[in-house]
Nanobody
């Protein structure tokens, strides 16, 4: 059974950086595009970043562009998302997800496999 588990969430101060990890198991990690999303209560899940199967392609949402890096280590079945200069509005549950195609990676509905999420709280 394919599974994804996020880690690295917590409470940080505004201006800090945070590194999230997403551990993949039960399948061929290198065959999947990985996306990162976040969600706050009452709002739709928001796309943040995605990385292609090889890691050669990345894309970022405007909300994190320029202060975020997403990467992956296929040998360790793990993807990473670092966000710098965190703001209180970055407070949310952060999710990683996987899909087989790289087409339209920003579309939430295109992802088949989801982690359980990790809470990130940014205090001012």
């Amino acid at each position: 059974q394919v599974r994804m588990v996020e880690s690295g969430g917590g409470t940080v101060q505004a201006g800090d950086s945070l590194s999230l990890s997403c551990r993949f198991s039960g399948g061929a990690f290198g065959a999947y595009t990985v996306g990162w999303f976040r969600q706050t209560p009452g709002k739709e899940r928001e796309f943040l970043a995605a990385i292609s199967r090889s890691g050669a392609g990345t894309v970022y949402a405007d909300s994190v562009k320029g202060r975020s890096v997403n990467s992956r280590d296929n040998g360790k079945n793990t993807a990473f998302l670092q966000v710098d200069n965190l703001k209180p509005e970055d407070t949310a549950v952060y999710y990683c997800a996987a899909r087989s195609s790289w087409l339209n990676p920003e579309v939430v509905e295109n992802y088949d496999i989801w982690g359980q999420g990790t809470q990130v709280t940014v205090s001012s």
